[in-house]
Structure formats: structure tokens, C-alpha cells
């Protein structure tokens, strides 16, 4: 089964926009058991901090499969620190708890994990994550 991170961008653009790539990831695919999703304690606090705050009320958050999701999700210990620098150092626990689960990070920041300080992690926006799960070859 196919492991995955999302990072916060990811969860907060599924409850904004339904049937968008990361929806259809977290509904048909992580909601659905299709993809087992990787959390962490900081991740886990990451997420519900981020859908508490006030500017996403009015879409609803946080969204009601918020909490089945992490429920649900394999949550690992936090990751000790990542031994590169990134363009935002709030992002590289995301990227650690991927390596250390040997799992996919999909973000829709990829200029935050440049390809210099991944260590082979595979990092996807949520398009590109999507076509792969689905055999898609243009990920619209």
C-alpha cells in the first residue's frame, strides 16, 4: 500500500475545494483506505492548529473527516530534526516523517522541499500524486 504524507496546504485545500486533487486524495483515496497516510504527534498538532484558525471558518473548518482522517492515519514518532536547511524550516518535519516511514510527500509547496535536501524522498504536488495513484499519465 502506498504511504503517504500530506502537508497542511494538502488537508486545507481538500476542505476548501471539493473535488479538487488533494479532496480526491483525502476522500477517495486516504478516506477510502486506498492509501495509508503517515501523521506524527507534530503533524497531527500541525493540522488541527492549522483548521482552527478563523480564516477558514467560513469554509467550514475544521472539516468533519479531519479527525476519521488522523484517526485512521499511522501515526509514527516525530522524526528527529532534518540535517538540511530548507527555504521554510517549518516545513522539514514533514519532510523527516516521510523519510523516516519511506513514505510520499505531497505538498503543493514544492519550492519549501527543493531536490537538494530531500534525500530521496519523492515529493509530488497534489495533481501529479493523483495521476500516479490513478495510472493517469498527464496529471491535469
Known amino acids: 500500500m502506498r504511504l503517504a504524507v500530506l502537508d497542511t496546504n494538502v488537508i486545507v485545500s481538500a476542505g476548501i475545494r ?5 479532496a480526491r486524495i483525502v476522500m477517495e483515496w486516504a478516506l477510502d483506505g486506498r492509501i495509508q497516510l ?4 507534530w503533524v497531527v498538532g500541525e493540522y488541527q ?13 475544521p472539516p468533519p ?8 492515519s499511522l501515526v509514527l514518532p516525530d522524526p ?4 538540511h536547511p530548507g527555504p521554510d524550516p517549518k516545513d522539514l518535519p514533514m519532510l523527516a516523517l516521510a523519510h523516516a516511514a519511506g513514505a510520499w510527500l505531497v505538498t503543493g509547496n514544492l519550492r519549501h522541499f527543493p531536490e537538494a535536501i530531500r534525500e530521496g524522498v519523492r515529493v509530488l504536488p497534489p495533481a501529479a500524486f493523483l495521476a500516479h495513484l490513478t495510472g493517469d499519465p498527464s496529471p491535469g
Do not use: H, M
Open 65 to 72: 473527516w479531519l479527525e476519521f482522517l488522523i484517526e485512521e
Open 18 to 22: 471539493p473535488g479538487s486533487p488533494p
Open 38 to 41: 503517515v501523521t506524527s504527534p
Open 80 to 83: 528527529v530534526g532534518w540535517p
Open 49 to 61: 492548529e492549522v483548521a482552527r484558525r478563523a480564516k477558514f471558518k467560513r469554509y467550514g473548518f
